[in-house]
Nanobody, 114 residues
Framework: QVQLVESGGGLVQPGGSLRLSCAASGFLFSVYTMSWYRQAPGKQREFIAT???????TVAESAKGRFTISRDNAKKMVYLQMNSLTPEDTAVYYC????????WGPGTQVTVSS
């Protein structure tokens, strides 16, 4: 069964950091591009970052300089390191695998508030 499970979300103060993790199972993780998206209340799902099978990462402009995507193919994990968080980063964060069809995790809530 193809599955993604996110973890690491929570409540953090503005300026703080969080590291999200995504555990993959049920498919050949090492060959697929992995991505992070987020969706804030009342807004469309937004692309945050992507990383190829060869660990070439791309980060959206809204997150550039603050967020870093990485992966560990041996552990079948993908990570999103988020620094300098602001209230505008509050959202549910989703892990995505470019399988066919695409695979999505259930999401993890990130709340940035004082």
């Amino acid at each position: 069964q193809v599955q993604l499970v996110e973890s690491g979300g929570g409540l953090v103060q503005p300026g703080g950091s969080l590291r999200l993790s995504c555990a993959a199972s049920g498919f050949l993780f090492s060959v697929y591009t992995m991505s992070w998206y987020r969706q804030a209340p009342g807004k469309q799902r937004e692309f945050i970052a992507t990383i190829t099978h060869a660990s070439t990462g791309t980060v959206a402009e809204s997150a550039k300089g603050r967020f870093t995507i990485s992966r560990d193919n041996a552990k079948k994990m993908v990570y999103l390191q988020m620094n300098s968080l602001t209230p505008e980063d509050t959202a549910v964060y989703y892990c995505n695998a470019r399988t066919y069809p695409e695979t999505w995790g259930p999401g993890t809530q990130v709340t940035v508030s004082s």
